[in-house]
């Protein structure tokens, strides 16, 4: 065993659909990494020991192991909870929960939870957390500032002294998901949707108009029908009108998007979606790739908490 093996660290992201682990340098570098297809949400119990065990088995030099994400949550492996906001990596790290599964002992990080000010709605989060402090440890994010993970369920988190104040949720990603797998707009749906004139028309129509979401869905089909949109721009459409929809809800809850650049932290198509969605409404945005971000937040939660267990 090299002399430094121990320093490296495991880092899982172990969602519902998907667990994607990391080996993690002293310097916070990724040396190695492992995918699978093994979310919390297709694993029985004993389904769940076995992926831990072949993590453990790629890494066994490894001193100590992380997992974030749905691992954490009531149907993973243990409820982690969650820390109330206003949080930074401190609270997270002080609020770990130890845990074993097979043969990998590892520390499961928890969620966080808020109450927005501006409407007084509550919000959790599991996963981004982690993501988040990697962008704050790594300095890439304004600590004032305002960022956004887009995905199924899109994150959009109010940072204050660097730490996360708020957040919301919007389930746009999941509503394209499920309008074009089946139902009413399936049958007009072409394509996986794309930036482009569509694109934007409905970024505009959500942002600009005086209809609701509920009623500007039914016209993706209405448009269709009556050749003003071509069936081949009809995903397109629909996904600007998610974008357009959910950005003019996080400028109405963060009147502050607009005064920097906002990181989007993502995989690559999705974000270039948001990424010309908000250069649509005028704001500026760059993309950050996820992987680089929870390799960080691990770093920076074992940076804090490794040295005590």
């Known amino acids: 065993?090299?002399?430094?093996?121990?320093?490296?660290?495991?880092?899982?992201?172990?969602?519902?659909?998907?667990?994607?682990?990391?080996?993690?340098?002293?310097?916070g570098r990724m040396l190695d990494s492992h995918e699978a297809p093994?979310?919390?949400?297709?694993?029985?119990?004993?389904?769940?020991?076995?992926?831990?065990?072949?993590i453990r088995a790629r890494w066994p030099e490894a001193g100590h192991a992380y997992a974030a994400g749905m691992i954490g949550s009531n149907v993973g492996w243990v409820d982690a909870g969650y820390v109330d906001c206003p949080a930074g990596a401190e609270t997270v790290a002080q609020h770990l929960?130890?845990?074993?599964?097979?043969?990998?002992?590892?520390?499961?990080?928890?969620?966080?939870a808020c109450v927005r000010a501006v409407d007084g709605a509550p919000d959790?989060?599991?996963?981004?957390?982690?993501?988040?402090?990697?962008?704050?440890?790594?300095?890439?994010?304004?600590?004032?500032?305002?960022?956004?993970?887009?995905?199924?369920?899109?994150?959009?988190?109010?940072?204050?002294?660097?730490?996360?104040?708020?957040?919301?949720?919007?389930?746009?990603?999941e509503l394209f998901d499920r309008l074009a797998s089946g139902g009413l707009l399936a049958s007009v749906l072409e394509g996986p949707g794309e930036p482009g004139?569509?694109?934007?028309?409905?970024?505009?129509?959500?942002?600009?108009?005086?209809?609701?979401?509920?009623?500007?869905?039914?016209?993706?089909?209405?448009?269709?029908?009556?050749?003003?949109?071509?069936?081949?721009?009809?995903?397109s459409y629909l996904r600007g009108l998610l974008a357009g929809a959910e950005?003019?809800?996080?400028?109405?809850?963060?009147?502050?998007l607009g005064d920097a650049s906002v990181p989007l932290v993502g995989s690559g198509p999705v974000t270039r979606l948001y990424q010309a969605a908000l250069a649509e409404r005028g704001f500026d945005a760059h993309t950050v790739a996820s992987a680089d971000a929870v390799i960080q937040g691990f770093s920076a939660i074992h940076a804090i908490a490794g040295p005590s267990r």
């Open 197 to 235: 004139p569509a694109f934007a028309e409905g970024v505009r129509a959500a942002a600009e108009g005086t209809l609701g979401l509920g009623a500007l869905l039914f016209g993706v089909r209405a448009r269709m029908i009556r050749g003003a949109l071509r069936r081949d721009q009809t995903s």
């Open 38 to 54: 093994a979310g919390v949400a297709t694993l029985q119990r004993e389904g769940m020991v076995a992926a831990a065990n072949a």
């Open 124 to 173: 959790v989060m599991r996963g981004e957390e982690t993501e988040l402090l990697g962008l704050l440890a790594a300095g890439n994010v304004d600590p004032d500032g305002i960022v956004a993970l887009p995905g199924t369920h899109t994150k959009w988190i109010q940072l204050r002294q660097g730490r996360v104040e708020s957040f919301m949720t919007s389930m746009s990603g």
């Open 97 to 112: 929960v130890p845990a074993r599964i097979g043969e990998l002992a590892l520390h499961i990080v928890p969620g966080m």
């Open 247 to 256: 950005i003019a809800d996080a400028v109405a809850l963060f009147p502050a």
């Open 1 to 27: 065993m090299h002399p430094h093996d121990t320093d490296r660290i495991i880092g899982i992201n172990w969602g519902s659909s998907n667990l994607r682990a990391y080996l993690i340098g002293a310097d």
